[in-house]
């Protein structure tokens, strides 16, 4: 079936941080915008249940999983919040400057470094400990409107993608759920619209088309590059990926104070590639994520556990198979980083009073680097194929992890670009 027949002036795919952030900028200007979005789109709850119904995991190597998240607003949905400003050297040596992005989202967004009583005590607890060995534990700002906390901590107050998907669908854009997009269409080298799967109930689903002006693809780390291959772009993850492994090592903590708060906002870097930092979060993914490490009894303890998370920089690597799963195997020096954050973790762990000290398997944090700038894509995020851009994690240089600030200031320039041939 085809429906909408060249109606827009773009089709999003996806609406992480990405694609929510190109779809609001250019819906703002006026442009006719088609987003669709895998997903439901279900209010988050923030309960265990309706939480693991939109968290899926994608393999990237033995053993290892990678988390994202499938609905309106994408991995937001569970993020943190915590924010690092993105790497602009980075971006200007690949020709893109995003400065003045930057300078738009810290005037627009709630960017702030947030007061100890928003905080949950395990993060204090553990800031008081790394400080006194001697860390440089470094507090980052957060995408949270505290203006919403004034009888404290409430998840709402998180920023997330799903807000500018609402600002763009307020002017005007049309919103699709549970449409899975299959692939891009292609005439004569230039991008005309998509295929997609529209899930209609549980059982039923039907192949439609819809034909917009721009194609920007923005459907996460994991998916982009996989529709990139099935529109016949070619080379894609030809020198593999990175998937910045990572460790959560626990101990058993007593005397704090039930309750949560925003966690995960500071850490500290040794050695260049290592990042050691708050691993408390609330209490909802804290319990998805001891029942998939089956640690069953453990999940009931939140208040009485105290957690560090590492993660590690590694090189490009592995591949997307003919499957469509990747895959990569660690090497020696990823374990060995891996191993020297876990030593620190511990010893923060231990110095602030933790004990029965144990780690979690082997994850991944964020899938990227099968789409490169300047290889697959120009300055304007734009493939070979003429009119079809990308824009989400997998675009994204290795030196970049916490990306969501990253891809917010990457979806601003690209919405300024196109909106100039639009
Ligand atoms: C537990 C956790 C905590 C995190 N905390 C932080 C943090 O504090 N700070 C930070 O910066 N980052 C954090 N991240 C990472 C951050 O959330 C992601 O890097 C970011 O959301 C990636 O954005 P994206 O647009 O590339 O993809 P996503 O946010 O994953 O969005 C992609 C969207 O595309 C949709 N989609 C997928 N396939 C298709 C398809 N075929 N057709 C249509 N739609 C499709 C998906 O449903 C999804 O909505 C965290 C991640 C996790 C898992």
Not at 369 to 392: P, Q
Request: aromatic share 6%.
């Amino acid at each position: 079936m085809v429906v909408n027949n060249t109606e827009f002036d773009a089709i999003v795919v996806g609406s992480g941080p990405g694609g929510a952030t190109v779809a609001r900028e250019l819906s703002k200007r006026g442009k006719r915008l088609l987003i669709l979005e895998r997903g439901g789109n279900a209010p988050l709850k923030g309960s265990l249940l309706a939480t693991a119904s939109i968290v899926d995991a994608v393999s990237v190597g033995d053993n290892v999983l990678m988390g994202r998240t499938l609905t309106t607003g994408g991995t937001t949905s569970v993020y943190f919040g915590a924010t690092v400003p993105p790497p602009l050297e980075t971006f200007l040596a690949l020709g893109i400057d995003l400065s003045r992005e930057l300078d738009d989202v810290e005037r627009e967004l709630p960017l702030a470094v947030l007061p100890d009583e928003l905080l949950r005590p395990h993060s204090i607890r553990l800031r008081e400990s790394a400080t006194a060995l001697g860390y440089d534990w470094v507090q980052s700002k957060m995408l949270v409107d505290q203006s919403k906390c004034a009888s404290g901590y409430t998840p709402e107050a998180r920023w997330t993608a799903r807000n500018y998907v609402q600002e763009a669908v307020e002017k005007g854009a049309t919103l699709i759920n549970r449409a899975r997009v299959l692939k891009v269409l292609v005439e004569k080298g230039r991008a005309i619209g998509v295929e997609y799967e529209l899930q209609k109930t549980k059982k039923e689903s039907e192949i439609r088309q819809a034909f917009g002006t721009k194609v920007i693809v923005a459907a996460g780390g994991a998916a982009s590059p996989i529709i990139l291959r099935k529109s016949g772009i070619r080379n894609v993850a030809d020198r593999g990926f990175y998937c910045h492994p990572s460790v959560m090592v626990f101990g058993t903590i007593s005397g704090l104070k039930r309750g949560d708060g925003f966690g995960a906002s500071m850490g500290t870097l040794i050695d260049g590639d290592i990042h050691v930092g708050d691993g408390n979060f609330a209490r909802t993914l804290y319990q998805l994520f001891m029942l998939a490490n089956h640690r069953w009894f453990r999940a009931f303890l939140h208040s009485k556990t105290i957690g560090v998370g590492v993660m590690v920089r590694e090189g490009l690597g592995g591949g997307l198979q003919e499957n469509d799963r990747y895959y990569k195997e660690l090497t020696k020096e990823d374990f060995r980083k891996l191993e020297k954050g876990e030593e620190v973790a511990r010893q923060i762990i231990r110095h602030a009073g933790g004990k029965n000290i144990f780690k979690s398997v082997v994850g991944a944090s964020h899938l990227g680097g099968a789409i490169r700038i300047k290889e697959h894509l120009d300055e304007n995020l734009e493939t070979e194929c003429s009119n079809l851009h990308v824009c989400d994690g997998s675009v994204l240089p290795e030196n970049v992890n916490t990306p969501t600030l990253t891809l917010i200031c990457l979806g601003k320039y690209l919405a300024k670009r196109l909106s100039r041939s639009l």
